[in-house]
Structure formats: C-alpha cells, structure tokens
C-alpha cells in the first residue's frame, strides 16, 4: 500500500504505513484496530476507488495512547439580564500508527 483513505469519526485521513494520526475517541482500546471504510487505496500503480467504500479492504492501526485536545471555552450571555455562563471542554483523542492494508 502506498496511501489510502480512510474514514472515521465522520472525518477522513489520508494515511500511508508508518503515520501517526489523532481520530476520534475509539471504543475498542485493543492493542489493533482495524479501520473498514476504507474509500480509496493506491499501491502505486494501482488506483482503487470506493463506491462508497471498497469492499473487504481493511487498514490495520496499532492503538499507541489516548490524548486530550487543547481546551476550548464556551461563552454564553443573555443581556439586560446579568446572566453569564462561562464553561470549558478537551476533547478526547485516540492516537493510532497505520501498520497496513489488507
């Protein structure tokens, strides 16, 4: 596999073997994780286009560590009314390094 494109979170990566990449907080903290919406793969002479996804392609990701985004701040203000809400949020990612295609 040269690249692929994968799909998870609502969200698509291009990836290549070896990359390391944030997704969406995974489910499964197995220490492999395979990744089934896979939309296109290229070997490098080959192109392979999903409608929408290929089927039987597989990504294989190993889990390296859960990590936490940078934190945002939620503003809320009524005016007239001395009403103010102030609130904060991390997100929690999943960090993962592509292995293969299957």
Known sequence: MDFAVIETGGKQYIVKP???????????KDAVHYFDKVLLISNGKELKVGK??????????????EIRGKKITILRYHSKTRHRRKKGHRQIYTQVKIKAAQ
């Open 52 to 65: 929408p996804y290929i089927e039987s392609a597989k990504v294989s990701a190993e889990t390296e560590k």
């Open 18 to 28: 070896g990359d390391t990449i944030k997704v969406e907080r995974l489910k499964n």
